[in-house]
């Protein structure tokens, strides 16, 4: 029986091998097919041009679209399709759409690899964009891999490509960190409260934080309260955002609660990027997107065009309307930990390294899922050593921030450094650290890598990683079903990539640097 579509780019893939009648995801195969247009087209666009700002705006943009989660609206998905064919015109060439074959071959695999690659690495320079920071030459790279993908099946030179995009995430990721901190201020340490207030209010998912500050703006005095929710949690570091007072408070736990959360807090949703699931009809009536998110059904917030902000005046009026969320437990997060208060911790940090204060650090950073696998890394964080640190960004954390795991010295033994691309702040902390310890290499450190991956934001930030020269990483709860066998042997060799086992063995492991 022929497929009624195929994909495998995210952790939760049907029995671990592709989704073939319906996304796991909640994705239709009508949207999993005119996604593998749109990517194909994409190819075509790199193919039969040069890169330029409009175009390569246009093909971030496409691609962040096709991100798990991101986007189900089968109308913005053809309009994306119909423009991307009027840039190609009648260019006529021989392009396979969507995966073949399946199972794909070890070509396929990395071809595959690069393109989700690029995926994360788009959604991170649209954020970037977005706050008016852009670099010609991610476009460029953008076009030039897009075409390798189309084309290329030599094995070495598609993993040096790969390799190359791990370099390009970090630039990505570099940019929108110098765009967030341009426009919002230097992350502070900051508690913020999980409970629940008694105005009326507005929730706030995803990741884009200019969505979120001229929201900020445009409720101020309106009598409702603007709350975060999953990856939106690090805005309340920011002091150019944590300045407004109705600026209350987390609502709700990581993307795959929301349709618990969203019902729950009774008033209007604002879902700003991915990661948006199936909309339930407890609150379908009150939630928007805006950006590259969609979904059928949902109205979307339009947007900006020249300086004029976006409109969220239907959203005010609405919350003004509604009742306030429901009650839900009392307690705080801690978040704030980007890189210049990390880099501003790292004396400290490599002092208590030395003293033995601090036997290691842990980086348990990237996505949550549904699963009941990953409660794993909650079993880690709840049963490491009392003289360990856990470093952590992206939605990950919610396996495990609301622990009261303490302090060493005064340093919170859980630090988090924001969202899933402040893995960057991460990375350049651990690269200070092996300076200020003098290690020749990054992996002599006393720092285990224990990342949990779902899309493909986290396929780029593992590229970043391998291109930094990372190794010996713990990947899970399971390693990508886009990976052939001898590709993931071929990681496993060159650069130690793990599979997880249970929290007691891999402590144990770690704890002795393995």
């Not at 990661?275 to 917030?301: D, E, L, N, W």
Request: aromatic share 8%.
């Amino acid at each position: 029986m022929k497929n009624s579509m195929f994909c495998f780019q995210c952790q939760e893939t049907c029995k671990h091998s592709g989704c073939t009648l319906s996304g796991m995801c909640g994705k239709k195969p009508e949207i999993a097919n005119l996604m593998d247009l749109l990517i194909r087209q994409l190819k075509l666009i790199a193919l039969s041009r040069q890169s330029d700002k409009e175009t390569g705006r246009f093909v971030i943009q496409s691609l962040f679209m096709t991100v798990t989660n991101t986007n189900f609206d089968p109308e913005r998905l053809q309009s994306q399709l119909d423009k991307a064919r009027k840039i190609t015109g009648d260019i006529v060439v021989e392009i396979p759409s969507g995966i073949t074959p399946i199972p794909p071959d070890d070509a396929v695999c990395l071809q595959e690899f690069l393109i989700y690659t690029l995926k994360g690495i788009a959604a991170y320079t649209e954020h970037a964009a977005v706050l008016g920071k852009e670099d010609p030459e991610i476009y460029k790279f953008i076009f030039e891999a897009l075409a390798i993908s189309a084309r290329e099946k030599n094995l070495s030179i598609l993993t040096e490509t790969i390799l190359k995009a791990g370099g390009v995430a970090v630039k990505a990721m570099n940019l929108l960190d110098s765009a967030n901190t341009a426009e919002f201020g230097d992350p502070q340490f900051t508690e913020v409260t999980t409970q629940a207030g008694r105005r009326p209010g507005i929730l706030v998912s995803g990741h884009d934080l200019p969505d979120l500050k001229e929201l900020l703006e445009q409720s101020l005095n309106s009598g409702i309260d603007i709350y975060t929710h999953g990856e939106m949690l690090p805005a309340h570091a920011y002091p150019e955002l944590k300045k407004f007072p109705h600026l209350f408070g987390n609502y709700g736990n990581s993307w795959h609660c929301q349709n618990k959360d969203f019902a729950a807090f009774n008033g209007p949703i604002l879902m700003t990027t991915n990661c948006i699931i199936p909309v339930q009809k407890s609150y379908q009536h009150r939630i928007f997107t805006t950006g590259m998110a969609g979904y059928p059904g949902v109205k979307h917030i339009a947007d900006r065009t020249g300086n004029k902000a976006k409109d969220f005046s239907e959203l005010i009026k609405l919350a003004q309307n509604c009742p306030p969320p429901e009650k839900t437990a009392c307690g705080t997060l801690i978040t704030g930990f980007a890189r210049k208060q990390l880099l501003d911790l790292s004396g400290k940090i490599a002092n208590g390294i030395k003293s033995g204060l601090i036997r290691r650090l842990i980086v348990m950073a990237g996505c949550d899922g549904r699963q009941t696998c990953r409660s794993y890394y909650t079993g880690i964080a709840e049963n490491l050593p009392v003289d360990t640190i856990i470093l952590t960004a992206g939605c990950a954390k919610y396996r495990f921030n609301h622990l009261d795991l303490g302090n060493i010295n005064g340093i919170p033994r859980i630090i988090d450094a924001g969202q899933c691309n402040d893995s960057y702040s991460l990375a350049l902390f651990i690269l200070n650290l092996q300076e200020k310890l003098g290690y020749q290499s990054v992996n002599q450190l006393p720092v285990s890598l224990d990342i949990a991956w779902y899309e493909q934001k986290a396929v780029a930030v593992l590229t970043a990683l391998l291109a930094l020269g990372f190794k010996n990483i713990r990947l899970g709860p399971t390693l990508p079903a886009f990976l052939t066998p001898e590709i993931i042997k071929n990681l496993e060799k060159n650069f130690g990539i793990k599979t997880i086992h249970s929290a007691s063995e891999d402590i144990r492991n770690m704890m002795m640097g393995n």
